[in-house]
């Protein structure tokens, strides 16, 4: 932790504040959290207890120390907390804040302009990294909805096959039960056949033209045979 806070300790921080919130931040740093930058108090009048922010690349943490410095209350954000970064630079200091989507403003005056324009600079990137991982997160997202859900066409094309399997399994059965070879063999007029019409009932005659009916309302003969086939049949009734 010494080693990580160095680098701050020539922007006018105090080496002994630091020190105190490294040694008490060590226990509460998650796993894979690193202190990104480290800003203290700096007021008029000697402060022996300031306030202090740290940023680290998964939250703002305030440190305020209690109880002559015995103690310190801990405050954080983490990163997707936070709405917007801001730092006012005033004559004495620098007075960071922060608001968060819940619409709270946190602020912390009198830090050093050289530790706010730092502190205001990490807390922007922290941000432009949690915003691209959440576009990448969509655009990922987007990319395997389009690889599963089939487009209109594919849809349209599988309901069509749904269809043609179904139908080609459907029981010959539900069809109408007609004998095409046998009506058919019939409707054909051969000489061999006309002197069979004369030896056929009169029942019988009506039904033969009622099969050859049958035969042109599922179009299986056209008009005119049938047409031809009537007459036929008429004349030996």
């Not at 402060?47 to 120390?65: A, E, F, G, H, M």
């Not at 405050?75 to 936070?82: A, K, L, P, Q, V």
Request: glycine share 4%; aromatic share 8%; proline share 4%.
């Amino acid at each position: 932790m010494i080693d990580q806070i160095k680098k701050f300790l020539n922007e006018d921080q105090d080496p002994k504040a630091i020190e105190k919130i490294a040694a008490k931040l060590s226990d509460l740093l998650m796993k894979n959290e690193e202190v990104g930058y480290i800003a203290v108090q700096k007021k008029p009048a000697i402060t022996v207890l300031p306030d202090s922010i740290v940023l680290t690349n998964k939250r703002i943490i305030i440190c305020q120390p209690k109880n002559l410095g015995l103690s310190m209350n801990f405050i954080d954000y983490t990163w997707d907390e936070i709405e917007g970064t801001f730092v006012k630079e005033n004559i004495l200091g620098s007075e960071f804040s922060f608001t968060t989507r819940t619409n709270m403003e946190v602020s912390i005056d009198y830090i050093p302009k050289i530790q706010a324009r730092k502190i205001f600079t990490y807390a922007k990137e922290q941000l432009d990294i949690l915003k691209t991982g959440a576009v990448s997160a969509i655009t990922v997202e987007e990319a395997q909805s389009a690889a599963v859900v089939p487009d209109a066409e594919i849809i349209e094309e599988m309901e069509t096959e749904e269809v043609t399997s179904f139908a080609e399994i459907m029981p010959v059965a539900v069809l109408p039960a007609y004998n095409y070879e046998n009506e058919q063999a019939q409707a054909v007029p051969e000489s061999s056949k006309e002197a069979g019409l004369a030896s056929l009932s009169q029942d019988e005659l009506f039904e033969k033209l009622h099969n050859y009916k049958k035969l042109l309302d599922n179009g299986l003969i056209l008009q005119g045979e049938y047409d031809a086939f009537k007459k036929e049949i008429l004349s030996h009734m």
